[in-house]
């Protein structure tokens, strides 16, 4: 039998508990940034350039001005370049509930157009940011009513302290691979190593698989699924050449200072200690232009505005969470268009 849509009211019914949840939620989380001196703001989606990663894929779209010549612009897949350039400007801790588009993205747990929560403390190390996820993941349990988390069958404890681990050390215990034997100083990477190991331990990869494409599919495929079991896991210090925003870590350069929170398996968010070399961004970013090219035969614009801010930005941490996933595990949604006021597409 065809499943009713979502704004049959039989269905919105069966839909308004976790709506309802996901307003409490989102209101305990905004009372907490306003303790903490944070300022919300209001980040406009129509980008110059909609973020530089490989893998991300933006919605472009014409501006027409008055001379009638059109401008290519982007939908931002995150909000990320409007406000690190307020960071320039001299706002301290700034926050921000921002909808935002990905391109080829959509499943149980993606979505085209999902609301994403991005914050910023200048002058604070990144490891503060693990602190402010704790807390999340308390307020959203909290304002659910439940005392778990809960996805496809894991459930996780969100009043417990999570678990910090490094990827290196997560590729070790989970697949059996020494990462940063393959990494060099730099964000240099041996992609030839890597696929040895992974043959040695029967991991498939193919001919013309990158460092990069080999070390998503050991983390998609073995590393992630176990995850956030029990208590939430912070996978912290990616390599560098996996954390194009992120300052190299001052104790081993081989390592950057990024990490993602995982709970039932499930990641909801990525932080980092931003990088501040326009120099050295310019170039990572130019790097993952080139490799998007490669793969997918386009490349987005670089935004030199925002190159020009990171010349003046402070040292900051940022992270950007994504929200329709807590609210999805805080409510034990099965799938993330349960936990969607309204739907891009009928689910």
């Known amino acids: 039998m065809t499943e009713r849509p979502w704004w049959h009211p039989d269905r919105h019914a069966d839909r308004r508990p976790a709506l309802l949840a996901r307003n409490r939620i989102q209101g305990a989380i905004r009372g907490w940034l306003a303790v903490e001196g944070f300022v919300e703001m209001d ?7 909609p973020g530089n990663e490989a893998h991300l894929h933006a919605f472009a779209t014409d501006a027409i001005g008055h001379d009638g010549v059109a401008r290519r612009m982007y939908l931002h897949t995150s909000p990320e370049f409007a406000m690190k350039k307020l960071l320039a400007a001299g706002e301290p801790r700034i926050a921000a509930f921002s909808h935002v588009w990905r391109n080829r993205e959509s499943g149980p747990r993606h979505a085209p157009e999902f609301t994403m929560l991005e914050w910023y403390r200048a002058g604070e190390d990144y490891t503060r940011l693990m602190e402010d996820c ?3 993941l308390r307020l959203a349990a909290e304002a659910a009513g439940s005392t778990v988390l809960r996805h496809g069958g ?17 590729f070790t215990r989970f697949a059996g691979i020494d990462l940063l034997a393959t990494c060099a100083v730099g964000g240099a990477t041996d992609a030839d190593a890597l696929r040895a190991q992974c043959t040695a331990r029967g ?13 998503s599919k050991v983390l998609v495929g073995m590393v992630e699924p176990h995850l956030g079991h029990g208590r939430a896991t912070i996978l912290d210090r990616y390599p560098v050449a996996e954390a ?3 300052r190299p870590a001052p ?18 968010a990525n932080g980092f200690g931003e990088l501040t070399d326009a120099a050295e961004q310019r170039r990572r970013f130019e790097a993952e232009m080139d490799e998007k090219e490669r793969l997918y035969g386009e490349r987005y614009p670089l935004d030199e505005d925002f190159l020009a801010a ?30 969607l006021w309204a739907p891009v597409a009928s689910a």
């Open 43 to 49: 980040p406009p989606a129509l980008q110059v350039s």
């Open 251 to 268: 104790d081993d350069p081989r390592v950057a200072e990024r990490f993602e929170l995982y709970a039932c398996g499930v990641e909801l």
């Open 134 to 136: 704790g807390a999340f």
């Open 203 to 215: 991991i498939a990869t193919a001919p013309d698989d990158s460092w990069s494409d080999m070390v």
């Open 310 to 339: 990171l010349e003046i930005m402070p040292a900051a941490s940022g992270i950007a969470l994504g929200f329709d996933r807590l609210v999805m595990l805080a409510t034990g949604a099965p799938k993330i268009t349960d936990v």
């Open 154 to 170: 894991i459930e996780c404890d969100p009043f417990a302290k999570p678990e910090r681990l490094s990827v290196a050390d997560a």
């Open 244 to 246: 194009a925003l992120a």
